[in-house]
């Protein structure tokens, strides 16, 4: 596992993914180091498919080039995106616009599909 430039560890080709067939509950107060794992599967020069597993919250970030939908495989968290929050369970399916600020937090597994492709020198931390 190594890091992004965010500070977010991100899984190494080939690994496995962070949750395992056991989901960690969401906890108010977590007793974990947050991780948030992506590894991207595809990308064809249009766009971009990644696996995504968050434990814990991100910082808040902003995208300046790709709008990204990400859709929520397992387990359960939010996502704020400019102060607004949306809820993550299962089959929901939230978009995040070019150039807003957004966090997540929770316990869940997502695919990100980012047009154009995902591209971590794109990404600016705020907070």
Do not use: C, Q
Request: charged share 20%.
């Amino acid at each position: 596992m190594s890091m992004d430039k965010i500070g977010h560890h991100v899984a190494d080709e080939g690994s496995e993914t962070l949750l395992g067939d056991n989901d960690v509950p969401m906890m108010p107060e977590l007793d974990f180091v947050p991780v948030l794992g992506i590894e991207t599967t595809w990308s064809n020069g249009e766009s971009s498919l990644a696996m995504i597993s968050l434990r814990g919250v991100t910082h808040t970030m902003v995208n300046s080039r790709s709008m990204t939908l990400y859709h929520v495989m397992r387990g359960e968290g939010a996502m704020v995106t400019n102060g607004v929050v949306e809820y993550l369970k299962p089959r929901v399916i939230a978009e995040v616009p070019a150039g807003t600020p957004y966090y997540f937090e929770g316990n869940v597994d997502m695919k990100a599909i980012s047009t154009p492709p995902f591209d971590p020198a794109d990404v600016e931390v705020i907070d």
